[in-house]
């Protein structure tokens, strides 16, 4: 097709300066045949230029593979352009990582005021019967940072002796509000479920809630053996404890269980290296 559209236009030209009328030279005229085979082959010095004008401008018209290299190249560029997100997705995306952010955020803060794996409780109980046995009255959880997750006041179930009010700090108007033992049972039961449990004198606090829990999962502070040095080998007090190891002056008034629940978790948190790897010891 080149070389077609090539030979009709330099016949032109070459006729053209045969037939010139403005004189100069007239070249003889060349049979068809010869003037046919030499097309292409022999170009005279004076048309060369023209000569590569003319191949050059009609190969840019005709030549497909000029035309696929094009092709390719818009179609890259369209490929290219629908890879890049609209507008609209990257709102989209951008919504996308602000809640995630958000999340992250909230699973730090969960981390702080949430339940974690080692929680600590305290219970405050009253008198029942001829005043002597307990009954619970009100139940506090904090978690390892010490933030309280759990604090609820219990219906007494039978009619309350001693309310105990300077030690307990409990009143009759508290009991009255109070939510009912099953139920503060089962919501217990559900956060102590295979956490690890801190408290002092434990065996007491789960008596009261008819709950019993794995000793493996237990840190007593009333029994490890590091704090009963600082009563030479006697069952401590939690305010001994917490004056003694922690500087703490707790219970100097009326008891308080969140405050008493905090108090063994940072015993425990003072010792948690050592305690538990007694505990591994032993087994």
Same mark, same amino acid.
């Given at each position: 097709?080149?070389?077609?559209?090539?030979?009709?236009?330099?016949?032109? %030209?070459l006729s053209n300066k045969l037939t010139n009328p403005t004189g100069g030279e007239q070249k003889k005229d060349v049979p068809a045949s010869k003037k046919d085979a030499n097309i292409g082959l022999r170009i005279p010095g004076s048309n060369w230029q023209m000569f590569k004008t003319l191949v050059t401008e009609t190969s840019n018209e005709t030549n497909p593979s000029d035309i696929q290299v094009k092709r390719k190249k818009r179609n890259r560029k369209r490929t290219q352009s629908s890879k890049e997100p609209a507008?609209? /997705?990257? *709102?989209?995306?951008?919504? /996308?990582?602000?809640? @995630?952010?958000?999340?992250?955020?909230?699973?730090?803060?969960?981390?702080?005021?949430?339940?974690?794996?080692?929680?600590?409780?305290?219970?405050?109980?009253?008198? +029942?019967?001829?005043?002597?046995?307990?009954? $619970?009255?009100?139940?506090? *959880?904090?978690?390892?940072?010490?933030?309280? $997750?759990?604090?609820?006041?219990?219906?007494?179930?039978?009619?309350?002796?001693?309310?105990?009010?300077?030690?307990?700090? *409990?009143?009759?108007?508290?009991?009255? @509000?109070?939510?009912? #033992?099953?139920? $503060? /049972?089962?919501?217990?039961?559900? +956060?102590? =479920?295979? =956490?690890?449990?801190?408290?002092?004198?434990?065996?007491?606090?789960?008596? $009261? %809630? #008819?709950?019993?829990?794995?000793?493996?999962?237990?840190?007593? @502070?009333?029994?490890?053996?590091?704090?009963?040095?600082?009563?030479?080998?006697?069952?401590?007090? %939690?305010?001994?404890?917490?004056?003694?190891?922690?500087?703490?002056? +707790?219970?100097?008034?009326?008891?308080?269980? *969140?405050?008493?629940? =905090?108090? @063994?978790?940072?015993?425990? /948190?003072?010792?948690?290296?050592?305690?538990?790897?007694? +505990?591994?010891?032993?087994?």
């Amino acid at each position: 097709m080149i070389a077609e559209a090539v030979n009709n236009k330099v016949n032109k %030209l070459l006729s053209n300066k045969l037939t010139n009328p403005t004189g100069g030279e007239q070249k003889k005229d060349v049979p068809a045949s010869k003037k046919d085979a030499n097309i292409g082959l022999r170009i005279p010095g004076s048309n060369w230029q023209m000569f590569k004008t003319l191949v050059t401008e009609t190969s840019n018209e005709t030549n497909p593979s000029d035309i696929q290299v094009k092709r390719k190249k818009r179609n890259r560029k369209r490929t290219q352009s629908s890879k890049e997100p609209a507008p609209k /997705q990257q *709102i989209q995306v951008q919504q /996308q990582a602000a809640k @995630t952010e958000t999340k992250e955020n909230e699973k730090k803060e969960e981390s702080n005021t949430g339940l974690t794996k080692v929680v600590a409780m305290d219970c405050e109980m009253v008198g +029942i019967g001829d005043g002597t046995d307990s009954m $619970v009255a009100r139940v506090s *959880i904090v978690n390892r940072h010490g933030y309280c $997750v759990y604090d609820k006041y219990v219906k007494p179930t039978e009619k309350v002796k001693d309310y105990r009010t300077a030690v307990s700090g *409990i009143q009759p108007h508290h009991l009255e @509000t109070g939510q009912d #033992f099953k139920v $503060v /049972q089962k919501e217990v039961a559900e +956060i102590l =479920r295979g =956490r690890t449990l801190v408290g002092h004198a434990l065996h007491n606090d789960l008596a $009261v %809630l #008819f709950l019993s829990h794995p000793k493996r999962f237990q840190r007593d @502070t009333s029994r490890y053996k590091v704090f009963r040095k600082v009563t030479k080998g006697n069952t401590p007090s %939690l305010k001994k404890l917490a004056s003694e190891l922690l500087g703490l002056d +707790i219970q100097s008034a009326e008891h308080d269980s *969140i405050e008493d629940a =905090r108090a @063994t978790m940072q015993l425990y /948190q003072l010792f948690r290296k050592k305690w538990e790897n007694d +505990i591994r010891t032993k087994r």
